[in-house]
């Protein structure tokens, strides 16, 4: 294996992720930013009003796109080639980067799901994307609020993740100085 920065972390050409690979990145960060300030700028408006239906609604789609991104982010990530990771200044580091992410993955996949549950198990209409999708349970108030507050679990943890995920970004980028970040930024391949 090559040394990608010739023994110095801040030097020497860190191969990019490909185009593809970084536009669902940043599609994925802004839809979920865009979800987040959704859910959290419901409260401002009046129970029953069209507004907050509306913020509601938007919230669902954003987190069906987000859904489908992601299935097409684990699809590339598993048929295409992906930089060289830098090496870990240890194991632990190496293991939290890693739970982290794979974390990340996993609620960007659980969320809309959950989400989805929460209005199938309610018995509202579901509309995906414009399409309607069949209501095929109706659990009752109880279950509907049961799985909404797994899924409001999950949007905290997220919210703490992509907090951690961005912290470890600037630090790779600004401690370490190490290249991580610009391997994962538009038109630097």
Not at 1 to 27: F, V
Not at 80 to 95: C, D, I, Q
């Amino acid at each position: 294996m090559t040394d990608l920065n010739n023994g110095n972390p801040g030097t020497g050409p860190l191969p990019p992720y490909d185009g593809l690979a970084i536009s669902l990145h940043w599609l994925s960060a802004v839809l979920v930013l865009g979800a987040i300030v959704l859910v959290e700028s419901k409260a401002w408006f009046p129970k029953g009003s069209a507004l907050r239906d509306a913020v509601k609604l938007w919230h669902f789609q954003i987190g069906a796109v987000v859904f489908l991104a992601t299935l097409l982010r684990v699809l590339w990530l598993v048929v295409s080639r992906k930089p060289v990771p830098l090496p870990a200044r240890s194991r632990r580091e190496r293991y939290l980067g890693n739970v982290v992410h794979g974390l990340l993955y996993l609620l960007l996949l659980v969320l809309p799901l959950s989400g989805g549950m929460v209005l199938i198990a309610a018995g509202k209409p579901v509309n995906l994307l414009g399409m309607p999708l069949p209501v095929w349970a109706d659990g009752g108030r109880d279950l509907a609020r049961g799985i909404k507050t797994v899924h409001e679990f999950f949007g905290s943890l997220m919210i703490v993740l992509v907090a951690l995920h961005v912290g470890a970004a600037l630090w790779h980028h600004h401690v370490r100085r190490d290249r991580v970040l610009q391997g994962m930024l538009p038109g630097r391949q």
